[in-house]
């Protein structure tokens, strides 16, 4: 059979329209913002404790912040500090920087000689709704239960990357002020069961596993937490 020009083309074109469409890929979901912040506590004319190799916790709080926060920027973690030098911050300034980030997460860092392995401090307010105006100094109640969740989950991911690990409640001014999932964190000598010391403060291996162990457990906390954003838009 002859085809003719303007049959050839109706039959192109026929084809043409009835030819399945190319598949575009969908764009990727945009992950919901996560920020952290990183509260070395002391800091300034505040020393705090003085430790093994005559280190001041001030010094160790912000080395640790320091490391903390290079791990997590490099994990895609934007990270808000209360300090970045030795100065002096006070506890409602410290929460001020807090609010402001809106962040998913803070942890206050401190260090002790006594006890072992890392200590997981919540506040001991209790769970409350949210207030349009929270008052300041009870402004954690409405996020009582998602910090809980963040000691549970820091707690599982500490563990599973075998940090002993101590949780507990207690007043804490600086956190009983935020508008976020808020815990202090204390790192205490490893030792073993019998309180025979293996690995100290001013142990460089010991100091890069505990930010390690604590970045860990921050990004099993990213993770939730974009699991709750899933569910609650």
């Not at 030795?86 to 980030?101: L, P, S, Y």
């Not at 206050?108 to 006890?115: F, I, R, T, V």
């Not at 997981?120 to 809980?148: E, N, V």
């Not at 976020?180 to 025979?196: G, S």
Request: hydrophobic residues 50%; glycine residues 6%.
């Amino acid at each position: 059979m002859r085809w003719t020009n303007w049959a050839l083309a109706a039959l192109v074109a026929g084809g043409l329209a009835g030819a399945p469409a190319f598949a575009q890929p969908a764009p990727p979901a945009p992950q919901a913002r996560f920020v952290v912040v990183l509260d070395a506590a002391h800091g300034g004319d505040d020393t705090g404790g003085r430790l093994a190799g005559n280190q001041l916790e001030k010094s160790f709080t912000l080395a640790l912040s320091v490391r903390l926060r290079s791990l997590l920027a490099a994990r895609g973690i934007q990270v808000v500090t209360t300090r970045e030098s030795d100065a002096t911050v006070d506890a409602n300034k410290r929460a001020e920087i807090a609010n402001h980030a809106q962040a998913q997460a803070c942890l206050s860092l401190h260090a002790s000689e006594s006890g072992s392995g890392l200590h997981l401090f919540a506040s001991s307010l209790a769970p409350a709704q949210s207030a349009r105006i929270p008052a300041w100094k009870t402004a954690q109640t409405a996020w009582m239960t998602r910090s809980l969740a963040l000691a549970g989950v820091l707690n599982s991911a500490l563990l599973h990357a075998g940090m002993s690990v101590t949780l507990a409640r207690t007043s804490l001014p600086g956190l009983d002020s935020m508008t976020c999932p808020a815990l202090a964190v204390e790192i205490a000598p490893e030792r073993t069961a019998d309180h025979k010391t293996t690995a100290g403060l001013d142990d460089p291996d010991y100091q890069a596993r505990v930010a390690a162990a604590l970045a860990a457990a921050l990004l099993e906390w990213r993770t939730e937490a974009w699991r709750v954003e899933a569910r609650h838009p």
